[in-house]
């Protein structure tokens, strides 16, 4: 059974270290800051200069100007910090981010991915995306294993213009956790009830399956 989005967020959120600096892209890497473990200290960090945003608000909580990058409304934990988006970006390339969540739209087994450009599409844009892949050593692409008409996201090589080049090692779908090394995705874990022949059948690019792969608990 594919993982919901939720899921897919509380497994990423596992990645997660106390003491971290991290910036969660648009779509389902957003979720990750619902799902923080208790009693970790983590600051997550915004393109639009916000450092330390807490969980979606409330009704009662929401306030229009508090927004992330991708223009959704947030909240601010103890301690946050407001500045503006030079020095956000000189965070960024400046390698201060721990852990960086990517959504995208392909990945492929070079470790390339492409996430801000579907050619007659009408696509948000680049964002910050080119500046945090080329700023963080530590990334997961999160995003579902294949599109909507099936065909499968993890690729040989990207077909769509790319965000940057030989920058991805960890992927997480909707079927499995996998690791990019040596020019194949390698199978690290598998959705609960997905078999890795499955998840094969789905995979376009080379896949490394070894004699065991963990199911995930929640």
Not at 83 to 104: K, Q, W, Y
Request: with cysteine; net charge negative.
């Amino acid at each position: 059974m594919a993982l919901t989005r939720e899921q897919m967020a509380m497994r990423v959120a596992r990645e997660l270290q106390d003491g971290y600096y991290v910036n969660l892209g648009i779509g389902i890497p957003t979720l990750v800051a619902n799902f923080i473990p208790e009693g970790m200290e983590v600051m997550l960090q915004s393109e639009n200069g916000l450092l330390g945003m807490g969980p979606f608000p409330t009704e009662e909580e929401i306030d229009a100007d508090m927004i992330n990058a991708g223009k959704q409304t947030v909240t601010a934990a103890t301690g946050a910090s407001i500045f503006s988006s030079a020095e956000s970006f000189a965070m960024i390339r400046g390698g201060h981010v721990d852990l960086t969540v990517l959504g995208a739209f392909e990945v492929d087994t070079q470790g390339n991915i492409a996430s801000w450009m579907i050619p007659g599409k009408l696509i948000k844009g680049m964002g910050g995306a080119m500046d945090l892949v080329a700023g963080a050593d530590n990334i997961i692409v999160t995003m579902t294993h294949a599109s909507k008409h099936g065909e499968s996201k993890l690729l040989p090589k990207c077909s769509l213009p790319l965000t940057g080049a030989g920058c991805i090692r960890k992927v997480l779908t909707d079927l499995a956790y996998l690791e990019i090394s040596n020019g194949a995705f390698v199978l690290k874990e598998r959705a609960p009830g997905v078999s890795a022949e499955e998840i094969k059948e789905k995979t376009a690019g080379e896949l490394v399956v070894p004699d065991f792969v963990p199911e995930m608990s929640f």
